[in-house]
């Protein structure tokens, strides 16, 4: 059994916290690998989605991605081909979660990742010098700063980029003959002047759709990616399912022993379900709240909820508290936001409060308090 580190790391990576699972089901797995997978493709989905009675397994596999199922094959496949995979979408819909943990389940190292900034470089896709070394010896392949898509070319694993169209047209254009040609011409180097990737090489990259116009990808480059685009998670039960999950993690890590009531889950529900609607019914930018109002950000509210009612409550979670916290983390902008919020909390929370009773009153009495405090 693989030793348990994810006590020695603030967070842990796919593989490392779920390491004995993925063990197991290697040990299990009889079905056919392409390339150096470590799992089967029937494997990898069960990794990500969960297994069923049907699977004939001996032990449960708990689902850590909440989505389509047809997202996960198709993901999965693209990667046993010959093309990268980008995963598109809004924040907070997963696309990093499920990029790692399909990198973790294949190539057992989901660690090979490249973030796109504006200040990402065509080194970070490809390579750099170890400048000491290179002044000392001269450049050679013991000089040379192999970037993580390099490693990953070289140890025929999947590499991950992430924010891809936050890169500039330089390091998307290194991409490209990454992805056509499957190998990096070392023009400094006289010999062994070339890495080739190995079988099982691949890309996940991740876009961002509120980025549209930054840095757009272009026809060369979309043509060697297959699109997989993950909406925002619109079902209250699948939605409840990712907060309870993602937050249960949370309360774990921060050893935390608190329970989250279910009536003041379907509150937090509730809310950015009605704030989503009030945004899609918007006429303009300065009548949306900033925020993408994502499952993420949800979860992002219950913590700080949970972490207040730990550190400065009596360890049990309130209303007030929630109201309070979704406020402090959606009211982003001064005074544009703060009046959004305003106006729901008036025109929404208010006449609910009065109508259904239970945890709305305290809802609303915290929420207003945050608003009058921020304004």
């Known amino acids: ?50 297994s069923q009675r049907s699977d004939g397994l001996d032990r449960e596999i708990p689902q850590k991605w909440f989505g389509d199922r047809s997202f996960v094959e198709r993901s999965i496949v693209t990667l046993a081909s010959d093309r990268g995979l980008l995963l598109i979408g809004d924040p907070g819909t997963g696309k990093s979660w499920l990029a790692e943990l399909l990198s973790a389940a294949i190539s057992r190292n989901s660690t090979l990742v490249v973030q796109g900034t504006a200040g990402t470089t ?32 070289e140890r025929g694993v999947i590499g ?5 169209t936050r890169s500039t047209s330089d390091v998307q254009d290194a991409l490209i003959s990454i992805l056509s040609e499957k190998y990096v011409s070392i023009p400094e180097l006289e010999t062994d002047n070339i890495v080739f990737a190995k079988p099982g090489f ?39 399912e990712i907060v309870r999950f993602r937050t249960t993690e949370l309360l774990r890590r921060h050893r935390i022993e608190l329970e989250v009531p279910p009536s003041l889950l379907d509150i937090l529900l509730q809310s950015f379900a009605d704030l989503r609607a009030a945004a899609a019914a918007a006429n303009s930018d300065d009548e949306k709240l900033e925020s993408a109002l994502s499952t993420a950000e949800q979860i992002g509210v219950l913590e700080d909820a949970v972490l207040h009612s730990t550190f400065f409550g009596d360890r049990t979670l309130r209303a007030e508290t929630l109201g309070s916290a ?50």
């Open 160 to 164: 991950r980029v992430e924010e891809l």
């Open 202 to 240: 691949s890309i996940i990259a991740t876009a961002n759709s509120r980025d549209r116009g930054v840095n757009d990808l272009s026809s060369a480059l979309k043509r060697r990616f297959n699109f997989v685009r993950i909406p925002v998670v619109t079902n209250r039960t699948s939605e409840a």
């Open 326 to 375: 979704l406020v402090g983390s959606l009211a982003r902008r001064t005074p544009e936001d703060l009046a959004i919020l305003n106006k729901y909390w008036h025109g929404v929370i208010e006449p609910r409060s009065r109508k259904e009773a239970g945890e709305w009153p305290g809802f609303l009495e915290g929420g207003r308090n945050a608003i009058s405090t921020l304004s």
């Open 122 to 153: 065509e080194d970070h896709i490809k390579y750099s010098w170890n400048i000491s070394m290179v002044i000392a010896k001269g450049q050679s392949r013991k000089s040379m700063i192999p970037s993580p898509i390099m490693t990953a070319m």
């Open 1 to 50: 059994m693989a030793e348990d580190k994810t006590d020695e790391t603030l967070r842990a990576p796919a593989e490392v916290k779920y390491a004995e699972e993925l063990e197991w089901l290697e040990s299990v797995d009889t079905d056919p690998k392409p390339f150096s997978w470590r799992l089967s493709p029937r494997m990898v989905r069960l990794f990500v989605l969960g």
